[in-house]
């Protein structure tokens, strides 16, 4: 099984700063890599897609980098919306997909 | 619009069984990839299951042999059949179409549209 190892698990921050979270698998995944915001109470929603492809309606100021085994998600500069628990998840041996323990994003 | 209803969640005792439905709308069911996709109490998400546009179906470790995935074309539907259920199973189960669609085509693999969830618990 790939292990997707995300860091930090917490990150505090303040609206207008820069958010760069990190995952890294224990295998290389090549760019299937993908992802998620999640807010309380709601499903995850599709953030990036194949390590730097934004999904529909996502908006510029996120952007993925990375390949094989290191990967990077970059928030340019936080909106209030923006803070919730990101996930990244591999598909690089469909079916068996596997998902990091997530980061949460909170309000300094 | 893609919509993908869960039900059918709700206390079971350990050793039970329980039948988890998704409704599907808004796009060719038939022509897609579907999962389950579980989140724990600790916030984890687990891919459970996946089934094929042929039907053929998939598990991780920690349900193969206990649960079944299976698909109804014609009535846009899934199914996750759970049986001999553990603590460990209690979750928010949810159903996931494997694929991202833009305004003008759709990419398979990514997990781009989830269900509202329904919750599973297993408790005696």
């Known amino acids: 099984e790939i292990v997707l190892t995300q860091s930090p698990a917490t990150m505090s921050l303040s609206p207008g700063e820069r958010a760069t979270l990190s995952c890294r698998a224990s295998q290389s995944v090549s760019r299937y890599l993908a992802w998620y915001q999640q807010k309380p109470g709601q499903a995850p929603r599709l953030l990036i897609y194949?390590?730097?492809k934004r999904a529909t309606g996502i908006p510029a100021r996120f952007s993925g980098s990375g390949s094989g085994t290191d990967f990077t998600l970059t928030i340019s500069s936080l909106e209030p919306e923006d803070f919730a628990v990101y996930y990244c998840q591999q598909r690089s041996n469909w079916p068996q997909y596997t998902f990091g323990q997530g980061t949460k994003l909170e309000i300094k | 619009e893609v919509q993908l209803v869960e039900s059918g969640g709700g206390l079971v005792q350990p050793g039970g069984s329980l039948r988890l439905s998704c409704a599907a709308s808004?796009?060719?069911?038939?022509?897609?990839?579907m999962h389950w996709v579980r989140q724990t109490i600790g916030k984890r998400l687990e891919w459970v299951s996946g089934i094929g546009t042929g039907g053929e179906s998939y598990y991780s470790g920690s349900v193969k042999g206990r649960f079944t995935i299976s698909r109804e074309n014609a009535e846009n539907s899934l199914y996750l059949h759970m049986n001999s259920l553990r603590a460990g199973d209690t979750a928010v189960y949810y159903c996931?179409?494997?694929?991202?669609?833009?305004?003008?085509?759709?990419?398979?693999?990514?997990?781009?549209?989830w269900g509202q969830g329904t919750l599973v618990t297993v408790s005696s």
């Open positions: 996931v179409l494997g694929v991202h669609c833009s305004t003008t085509s759709c990419y398979e693999g990514p997990l781009g549209y």
């Open positions: 808004g796009f060719t069911f038939s022509s897609y990839d």
């Open positions: 194949d390590a730097s």
